[in-house]
């Protein structure tokens, strides 16, 4: 219902064509099912029909914020630590480390920004995608469980506590061992 000849269905379709890979949030007073079937095969990220709640509205803009990170890689590195974030895996020094989903969303969310701070309110959202009461200590027990298995998996300590604020990933230098190994052949 976009002024002009294009809807917004065409106009996402034709988006999604070009490969713009924007993201796409159809907000909209059409709200059968059949039209957020087809809002989102033309391309929609999210589709919410009109009358909403505000606050449903930045939520789902801060979830596609998250989903569509300009920095998101597939491979995350810093120096013994590596994390594939298409297969969900984690190596330290070239051996897998077991952790949660949980575990591991935490760990994505520092490694994609480095030695930025983060508040425990930021990481919450990213890893469990809603709002908690500001009294939860979830975010600091699974950094604290993320801490004790990098370090015994021979990682040093890449997570610092910024008291009063949050956490900050301290990317560490490049691992050398394989160069080394190259160099002396």
Known sequence: ML???Q???????????R????????LTARDAVED?????????DDYLPKPFAFAELLARIRALARRHLANRRAILDSGVLRL???????MVRGQPLRLTSKE?????????????VLTRSQIEEHVWNYDFDG???????YVGRLRR??????????ITTVRGTGYRFDPQPPCSTGSAALASA
């Open 3 to 5: 002024p002009g000849q």
């Open 7 to 17: 809807d917004g269905f065409e106009l996402c379709s034709e988006l999604r064509r």
């Open 19 to 26: 490969r713009i890979g924007t993201p796409v949030l159809m």
């Open 36 to 44: 957020r079937v087809r809002g989102l095969e033309a391309g929609a």
């Open 84 to 90: 594939d974030t298409a297969a969900r895996e984690v």
């Open 104 to 116: 591991l969303a935490v760990l994505e969310c520092l490694m994609l920004h480095p030695s930025q």
């Open 135 to 141: 009294q939860s200590n979830l975010v600091d027990v």
């Open 149 to 158: 298995k990098l370090s015994a998996a021979g990682a040093s300590a890449p």
